[in-house]
């Protein structure tokens, strides 16, 4: 069986709708989706349609949180706050009712997901290296837990001596005997400064793991930021993808 | 402008419309809203008009004047809110804002012993407990409920059927998170968030609506009562 794994949407349709795409033609069984539709980018209601249809488990994203009103985005920087603050006066009632049946973690066989971190999955911390990963490994019971939030492709391994190391890959076996965090990367904003869209696949019959980056019109996705009066940085970041 | 719509055994008897910044209320012809029963103290209560809003005022009356089924002293009132007074109902209706005005002491006022007023001022008594204890406003489960008392201490309270959610509801077709309870200064609302038609304010489906003492909140098939504190 194969199954994608995809988050940190944010809005961008156009590289939502070339990942989906290229996520087709992998032949995938599952689609899980791990937060954050929307937030930053231009087109929050298409984006969750396409999420809501498309993916089996979906998650909320603290920017998923915010658009829902279930928490004010006052930890939010200037930037995220400005688009916040458009995104929810433009998310339709539909959207919302979408996202009200969104997760805030979820499990499928031996894989866990949550947006941020298995310990704290609505404080929304970071796993960014070893350091913030070491702890988090008590807080699930599966495999291996895939989560998104940073934007940035993290593959974190636990050997069964437990010792922990982080590894950048672009493909990898997954060894039985280890567990793993892995970060699959941002379909929306990128920021490893690599603009294509990232996901992840993982073939459970042969016990490996992918990520597959995709190239889109960026230019499509920056004119309908700037069309919608969005905050120009927010275009001028997807072309370098950071 | 306010009006003031009064309802004696639930027959509308009289409709006030205030021009003045202060309204009496009480048994005696001196007032500007007479209710002639003996369960009303001759000056009952005051309804004052400030540059915030109207205040009720009750003048120590001897059986007491209840906003939204909860006894009060000195309150703001709002639009659609429910003043009780011996066996009048007061439905307060708000371009501006109402007061009472009534005196208590014992003027001749006859003490109030139905059977209604019993239990108001038993559910008024245990409420109060219930809000002390709490420290914050509270919903009490009433109907496939998981707890009690609930105390609504966040800002943002979510209820629906996810793991995750503050308040676990039953019911079928309900969304993960169907309603939040927002806390805005002293003030809550509910928004229903999820699928439409599952959020219910004493028994009418609601989007969005602010909470009043006494409200009862059914999300699903769980039902709660809220129970204000002072606000």
């Given at each position: 069986?194969?199954?994608?794994?995809?988050?940190?949407?944010?809005?961008?349709?156009?590289?939502?709708?070339?990942?989906?795409?290229?996520?087709?033609?992998?032949?995938?069984?599952?689609?899980?989706?791990?937060?954050?539709?929307?937030?930053?980018?231009?087109?929050?209601?298409?984006?969750?349609?396409?999420?809501?249809?498309?993916?089996?488990?979906?998650?909320?994203?603290?920017?998923?949180?915010?658009?829902?009103?279930?928490?004010?985005?006052?930890?939010?920087?200037?930037?995220?706050?400005?688009?916040?603050?458009?995104?929810?006066?433009?998310?339709?009632?539909?959207?919302?009712?979408?996202?009200?049946?969104?997760?805030?973690?979820?499990?499928?066989?031996?894989?866990?997901?949550?947006?941020?971190?298995?310990?704290?999955?609505?404080?929304?911390?970071?796993?960014?290296?070893?350091?913030?990963?070491?702890?988090?490994?008590?807080?699930?019971?599966?495999?291996?837990?895939?989560?998104?939030?940073?934007?940035?492709?993290?593959?974190?391994?636990?050997?069964?001596?437990?010792?922990?190391?982080?590894?950048?890959?672009?493909?990898?076996?997954?060894?039985?005997?280890?567990?793993?965090?892995?970060?699959?990367?941002?379909?929306?904003?990128?920021?490893?400064?690599?603009?294509?869209?990232?996901?992840?696949?993982?073939?459970?019959?042969?016990?490996?793991?992918?990520?597959?980056?995709?190239?889109?019109?960026?230019?499509?996705?920056?004119?309908?930021?700037?069309?919608?009066?969005?905050?120009?940085?927010?275009?001028?970041?997807?072309?370098?993808?950071? | 402008m306010a009006e003031i719509v009064v309802k004696y055994d639930d027959k509308v008897i009289e409709k006030v419309v205030i021009y003045k910044?202060r309204v009496s209320i009480g048994r005696t012809a001196e007032n500007d809203i007479i209710l002639e029963n003996r369960g009303v103290s001759r000056k009952h209560a005051i309804i004052e008009f400030?540059?915030?809003?109207a205040v009720i005022i009750d003048n120590?009356s001897l059986n007491g004047t209840f906003l939204n089924d909860r006894r009060v002293?000195?309150e703001m009132i709002r639009d659609q809110d429910m003043i009780t007074i011996g066996k009048y109902h007061l439905l307060f209706h708000n371009s501006a804002e109402e007061t009472h005005d009534e005196e208590s002491?014992?003027d001749g006022t006859m003490i109030l012993n139905t059977k209604k007023q019993k239990q108001r001022l038993k559910r008024n008594?245990?409420d109060?407990?219930?809000?002390?204890?709490?420290?914050?406003?509270?919903?009490?489960?009433?109907?496939?409920?998981?707890?009690?008392?609930?105390?609504?201490?966040?800002?943002?309270?979510?209820?629906?059927?996810?793991?995750?959610?503050?308040?676990?509801?039953?019911?079928?077709?309900?969304?993960?998170?169907?309603?939040?309870?927002?806390?805005?200064?002293?003030?809550?609302?509910?928004?229903?968030?999820?699928?439409?038609?599952?959020?219910m304010v004493n028994g009418e489906p609601v989007?969005?609506s602010l909470l009043r003492n006494g409200d009862l909140?059914s999300?699903?098939?769980?039902?709660?009562r809220f129970?204000e504190?002072?606000?």
């Open positions: 069986m194969i199954i994608a794994f995809i988050s940190d949407v944010h809005a961008n349709l156009e590289a939502l709708q070339v990942t989906l795409a290229d996520i087709e033609k992998q032949h995938v069984d599952r689609i899980h989706f791990l937060g954050d539709a929307v937030g930053y980018g231009p087109e929050p209601n298409p984006c969750v349609e396409l999420i809501a249809a498309n993916c089996d488990i979906k998650l909320l994203g603290n920017h998923d949180f915010a658009a829902l009103g279930l928490e004010t985005p006052d930890s939010f920087n200037e930037i995220a706050r400005v688009s916040m603050e458009w995104t929810l006066k433009e998310l339709s009632a539909r959207s919302t009712t979408a996202m009200a049946d969104f997760e805030l973690e979820a499990i499928d066989g031996d894989f866990y997901m949550t947006h941020a971190s298995p310990r704290t999955p609505d404080l929304w911390e970071y796993i960014l290296d070893i350091d913030s990963a070491c702890s988090q490994f008590e807080h699930f019971e599966q495999q291996v837990a895939f989560v998104g939030h940073s934007h940035l492709p993290a593959f974190f391994c636990k050997r069964a001596d437990d010792t922990i190391s982080q590894r950048y890959i672009t493909e990898s076996e997954l060894d039985p005997d280890s567990r793993y965090i892995i970060n699959v990367g941002s379909v929306g904003q990128p920021r490893d400064h690599d603009p294509r869209a990232c996901y992840v696949t993982v073939d459970t019959k042969n016990n490996i793991i992918r990520y597959h980056r995709v190239e889109y019109d960026i230019s499509k996705a920056i004119a309908s930021i700037d069309s919608h009066g969005l905050p120009q940085i927010l275009g001028e970041r997807l072309l370098v993808g950071r | 910044r400030n540059e915030s809003g120590e002293t000195e002491d014992y008594d245990q109060k407990d219930i809000v002390r204890r709490a420290g914050s406003s509270v919903l009490v489960g009433e109907d496939n409920s998981d707890f009690k008392e609930y105390a609504l201490e966040r800002e943002v309270t979510t209820v629906g059927k996810a793991k995750f959610v503050h308040i676990k509801v039953k019911g079928f077709f309900l969304s993960g998170i169907q309603a939040k309870i927002v806390k805005e200064g002293a003030v809550f609302s509910i928004i229903n968030i999820g699928r439409k038609g599952k959020t989007q969005s909140i999300v699903g098939r769980s039902t709660f129970v504190a002072s606000r």
